[in-house]
């Protein structure tokens, strides 16, 4: 009873609960708010209490002013909004993840290291996220081209991509690799994995041939033998 009247005092009126899952009545417990769900944001809480169970719930915030504010709703699973009606985790913002890519560096011109930006599930939103490239043994801009700035995954999409543009050369030289990172997410997602590693794979082979160099009025025979190493499509003089 106590309790009860607690979380009707003026305190907690911005606080909802309902029933957790195995706890009580087992029965859908549905929260009503005024407008139209693209009209709020929506960030995730979590916490665990006394006795070991998990509750999973929203912070609820009205972007249109003096109407329902902010509110924290508690196992809760349905929201009524004016347009339409959403279950919690089809209102829980995602997390963001990146991939890692490999790619053959190529003789000339620039070939595209293509990063896929997820997200853990689609969401009624846009979530824009931030992202930039960082050096690692590879350096911009003579190996790839540093790249930063936002992508936009649509609601209702899990994904998005990113080109870096990475140089090819003729040059003999070992696998190197550049850091792709996330940095931010818009409306409440989380960035669960943000660091992609772009490996740049040398695709450059040497050829090992032996040379001789008669010189010049001596006995035949008599010259100078030279092991050298050469690329494929370049030119040598000896």
Do not use: C, W
Not at 187 to 203: M, V, W, Y
């Amino acid at each position: 009873k106590h309790f009860t009247e607690m979380l009707r005092s003026e305190r907690f009126k911005d606080l909802s609960l309902g029933d957790a899952a195995g706890q009580t009545n087992g029965g859908t417990d549905t929260v009503v708010f005024t407008g139209n769900s693209a009209d709020y944001t929506f960030e995730a809480i979590t916490f665990v209490d006394h006795a070991g169970n998990t509750h999973n719930g929203l912070r609820v915030t009205d972007t249109v002013a003096d109407r329902d504010g902010s509110d924290v709703v508690v196992d809760v699973d349905s929201f009524q909004f004016a347009n339409a009606s959403f279950t919690l985790a089809q209102l829980t913002p995602p997390t963001v993840s990146v991939n890692d890519v490999t790619l053959v560096e190529g003789d000339a011109g620039t070939t595209n290291a293509v990063f896929t930006i997820s997200l853990s599930q689609a969401y009624l939103q846009d979530i824009t996220v931030s992202y930039g490239t960082a050096d690692g043994t590879a350096a911009a801009p003579g190996d790839y081209a540093a790249t930063s700035g936002t992508v936009t995954i649509l609601a209702g999409s899990t994904s998005a991509t990113v080109n870096v543009a990475v140089a090819g050369d003729q040059g003999l030289e070992a696998n190197e690799t550049f850091n792709f990172n996330l940095t931010s997410a818009s409306n409440g997602a989380t960035i669960a994995d943000g660091s992609g590693l772009g490996t740049i794979t040398d695709d450059d082979v040497a050829i090992h041939y032996t040379a001789y160099r008669p010189v010049g009025g001596a006995m035949p025979g008599l010259g100078q033998i030279a092991t050298l190493s050469a690329i494929p499509g370049a030119s040598y003089t000896y």
